[in-house]
Nanobody, 119 residues
Framework: QVQPVESGGGLVQAGGSLRLSCAASTSNGVFIAMGWYRQAPGKQRDLVAAVSGGGSTNYADSVKGRFTISRDNAKNTVYLQMNSLKPEDTAVYYC?????????????WGQGTQVTVSS
């Protein structure tokens, strides 16, 4: 099964930092966007940050000013630098990749990486 590969989750104290990495699953098709979503227990999966093929970025209000998403085109990898982490950032973080092949939009999800922020 084709899926992006995530790394970088873990346990950190409040105020600390983590960097998540997501290597794209494929280079086929036209890159549309890659982003990070998160899902806490009992809650829905929500967008954290995303970067488009044109380089524009989008962030959830709750992480603006603390998280930064970036893309290394040569490595086909997206990073999420998370600073000033809070206990409410605790969740499973999923990488999402969207590519256009012809007229079909393909969406790929990573398996998820756990981020736990202790108070």
């Amino acid at each position: 099964q084709v899926q992006p590969v995530e790394s970088g989750g873990g346990l950190v104290q409040a105020g600390g930092s983590l960097r998540l990495s997501c290597a794209a699953s494929t280079s086929n098709g036209v890159f549309i966007a890659m982003g990070w979503y998160r899902q806490a227990p009992g809650k829905q999966r929500d967008l954290v940050a995303a970067v488009s093929g044109g380089g524009s970025t989008n962030y959830a209000d709750s992480v603006k000013g603390r998280f930064t998403i970036s893309r290394d085109n040569a490595k086909n990898t997206v990073y999420l630098q998370m600073n000033s982490l809070k206990p409410e950032d605790t969740a499973v973080y999923y990488c999402n990749e969207r590519r256009l092949a012809g007229t079909i939009l393909h969406e790929y999800w990573g398996q998820g990486t756990q981020v736990t922020v202790s108070s």
